[in-house]
């Protein structure tokens, strides 16, 4: 099928790493991405990736794609209140001229 | 500042109305998006325009339309014929199709 999945639910602790995990479906998207969601705003591009890398890292972020497994995950160094919010994850299947998006991974993190 | 804006933030609808979303790039894009967000479910494309004048139906077109009569300007109407209208809906632009897309703040519709 065409469904992008993400777990629903993630609580760190302040100060912790958080994992966030995406299962895409198609293994010849060129770009996966991921973004991030506030409450009751439009999606925020957090960083991407090229489907000829490995790992990206960018700051606190650091993607990690496993292209056998059709598995791609974002890595959150330190995490803050200020994260918290919904990630998605997202592909773009070649010649279908779309993004297909996974449910989102609302992360919650304790102070 | 370089943007995409979503008309008006929040809209309620009574039933058998229709109700027409706005949405502003400034960017300079080519390709432009509508999706619709439920809770719990990820985003379902309604319609995509590559180049003005001319759309495509996304996954779940039915009980909407679009017109792209300017480059910057992409405005969704939902009709009566949707029949569960209640949602988020979030416009998006690309420089081109399957470019790294830029989502507007969203707009809230409510039937009631």
């Known amino acids: 099928g065409e469904d992008v999945e993400q777990s629903l639910f993630l609580s760190v602790r302040e100060g912790d790493s958080s994992v966030i995990n995406c299962t895409y479906t198609?293994?010849?998207?060129?770009?996966l991405y991921w973004y991030k969601q506030e409450p009751g705003a439009g999606l925020q591009l957090l960083t991407y990736i090229f489907s000829n890398m490995d790992m990206k890292q960018d700051q606190r972020l650091t993607v990690l794609l496993n292209k056998k497994d059709k598995h791609l995950s974002l890595r959150i160094a330190d995490t803050q209140t200020g994260d918290s919010a919904i990630y998605f994850c997202a592909e773009s299947p070649p010649g279908t001229y779309k993004y297909i998006f996974g449910t989102g991974t609302r992360l919650k993190v304790l102070a | 500042d370089g943007g995409i804006t979503q008309s008006p933030k929040y809209l309620f609808r009574k039933e058998g109305q229709n109700v027409t979303l706005s949405c502003e790039q400034n960017?300079?894009?080519?390709?432009m998006y509508w999706y619709r967000q439920d809770p719990g479910q990820g985003l379902r494309l309604i319609y995509y325009s590559q180049i003005v004048n001319d759309f495509q139906k996304g996954d779940i077109a039915e009980g909407y339309s679009v017109s792209r009569e300017k480059k910057e300007s992409f405005p969704l109407t939902v009709t009566s014929a949707q029949k569960n209208p209640t949602a988020f809906y979030l416009c998006?632009?690309?420089?081109?199709?399957?470019?790294?897309?830029?989502f507007g703040e969203g707009s809230w519709l409510t039937v009631v």
């Open positions: 960017l300079n894009h080519d390709a």
């Open positions: 998006a632009s690309s420089l081109l199709t399957l470019d790294t897309i830029y």
């Open positions: 198609d293994s010849s998207s060129t770009y």
